[in-house]
């Protein structure tokens, strides 16, 4: 809730693409939280392991605690209970640190080779489209 009215503020004062904001917003949801937190905390853990931090919760751990916390049918029976809310931060104090640096690696990754593209599309576009100027201009 909150989010989509703050992505759509900031997409109207920076004249960006509010369509584009508002639908993006909506990639990290519940029903994409594993395919997007379980790389980052298994990239960041690997990263922390390897530079010798330790850390106290087992990759299987986590493992079995997704699948039985946040499954969709525990996700949606109990989203609304404070055990739900309980054990959803107690997960994220235990693995939030790995998440985060791994989240880092992978979205510094994705957002470079996403600049490569876009610029090379927008270049390749602007050869082939050549600018076509506005009725209003003089």
């Not at 900031?10 to 519940?30: D, E, G, Y």
């Not at 994220?92 to 880092?104: A, K, P, R, S, Y």
Request: proline letters at 3%.
């Amino acid at each position: 809730g909150l989010h989509m009215i703050l992505v759509a503020m900031m997409a109207f004062m920076l004249r960006a693409n509010k369509f584009v904001a508002l639908t993006s917003v909506w990639i990290s949801n519940p029903f994409t939280l594993f395919f997007i937190y379980y790389p980052s905390f298994l990239v960041g853990r690997l990263l922390l392991s390897s530079l010798g931090v330790e850390r106290t919760i087992e990759v299987a751990d986590v493992m079995a605690i997704l699948k039985e916390s946040f499954s969709f049918g525990t996700f949606i029976t109990h989203f609304y209970t404070a055990e739900f809310w309980s054990s959803l931060l107690s997960f994220f104090v235990q693995t939030g640190f790995d998440m985060f640096i791994g989240g880092l690696l992978i979205g510094g990754i994705v957002a470079l080779v996403g600049y490569i593209i876009t610029v090379k599309f927008i270049v390749w576009y602007r050869l082939n489209h050549p600018h076509k100027p506005h009725c209003f201009a003089k």
